[in-house]
């Protein structure tokens, strides 16, 4: 996984039919997903309980893009080797989880994954600045994180712009996560996001029997997302 600024489409199977999730990454790939992205909540960080690094490795022979690996628990620290293992390219802890996170992101890379830090709507950018040289994909959360389905919150796009300013040349990946549509996608992209999450955005309206609904929302999100930048 190299870093390019071309915007990525990257399903979240939170919104897949959770019996066929092997034939749901195969169809979303085939029309035209950049990465698969796998919410992992614990019922305790986050007020939801998905899925673990059993689950991940299932998934993972199904997976031909980059496997991007939301960790939405905490403690984050002893379960990194096992996601690691499972075969996670990203993972993705978020500032909000506990009190050493730059301990977290060299174990993340330790383990040979790229590190990724999210941060909630509530949570500013101070603390970011200095893990800037640990980090590989800075993920933007526009909803509160623990459900799909939520409405877009409108205050991180400024947030988004300012971190762009602040990664500057930086090989950092900005990611978004919540309430991705063709309509607030632009606003992402224009803001310097390169990385768009999107559950039912993708999923809506389509099956593994019929996955045209896939593509056609992904070709809508991506097309509105490059035309504002």
């Given at each position: 996984?190299?870093?390019?600024?071309?915007?990525?489409?990257?399903p979240?199977?939170?919104?897949?039919?959770f019996?066929?999730f092997?034939?749901?990454?195969?169809?979303?790939?085939?029309?035209?997903?950049?990465?698969?992205?796998?919410?992992?909540?614990?019922?305790h960080?986050?007020?939801?309980?998905?899925?673990?690094?059993?689950?991940?490795?299932?998934?993972?022979?199904?997976?031909?893009?980059?496997?991007?690996?939301?960790?939405?628990?905490?403690?984050?620290?002893?379960?990194?080797?096992?996601?690691?293992?499972?075969?996670?390219?990203?993972?993705?802890?978020?500032?909000?989880?506990?009190?050493?996170?730059?301990?977290?992101?060299?174990?993340?890379?330790?383990?040979?994954?790229?590190?990724?830090?999210?941060?909630?709507?509530?949570?500013?950018?101070?603390?970011?600045?200095?893990?800037?040289?640990?980090?590989d994909?800075?993920c933007?959360?526009?909803?509160?994180?623990?459900?799909?389905?939520?409405?877009?919150?409108?205050?991180?796009?400024?947030?988004?712009?300012?971190?762009?300013?602040?990664?500057?040349?930086?090989?950092?990946?900005?990611?978004?996560d919540?309430?991705?549509?063709?309509?607030?996608?632009?606003?992402?992209a224009?803001?310097?996001?390169?990385?768009?999450?999107?559950?039912?955005?993708?999923?809506?309206?389509?099956?593994v029997?019929?996955p045209?609904?896939?593509?056609?929302?992904i070709?809508?999100?991506?097309?509105?997302?490059?035309?504002?930048?």
């Amino acid at each position: 996984m190299t870093l390019d600024r071309s915007i990525k489409i990257a399903p979240s199977i939170l919104s897949a039919d959770f019996a066929n999730f092997g034939q749901e990454i195969q169809a979303i790939e085939a029309q035209g997903a950049d990465w698969v992205h796998v919410d992992v909540m614990d019922g305790h960080f986050v007020p939801n309980l998905t899925f673990g690094p059993t689950l991940c490795k299932a998934i993972r022979p199904h997976i031909k893009t980059v496997m991007d690996v939301h960790l939405m628990i905490a403690p984050v620290d002893p379960y990194i080797e096992a996601f690691a293992e499972a075969g996670a390219d990203v993972l993705t802890a978020h500032l909000e989880a506990g009190p050493h996170i730059h301990r977290t992101l060299q174990a993340i890379r330790a383990a040979g994954c790229k590190a990724g830090l999210a941060i909630n709507p509530g949570t500013g950018l101070d603390g970011v600045e200095n893990l800037l040289d640990l980090l590989d994909l800075v993920c933007v959360m526009t909803v509160n994180p623990g459900f799909g389905g939520q409405k877009f919150i409108h205050s991180q796009v400024e947030k988004t712009r300012r971190l762009r300013a602040l990664i500057g040349d930086r090989p950092i990946h900005i990611e978004i996560d919540g309430g991705i549509t063709p309509e607030t996608a632009p606003l992402m992209a224009a803001a310097g996001a390169d990385v768009l999450v999107a559950g039912s955005g993708v999923f809506k309206g389509g099956s593994v029997a019929d996955p045209a609904p896939y593509g056609a929302n992904i070709r809508a999100i991506r097309a509105a997302a490059e035309a504002a930048r």
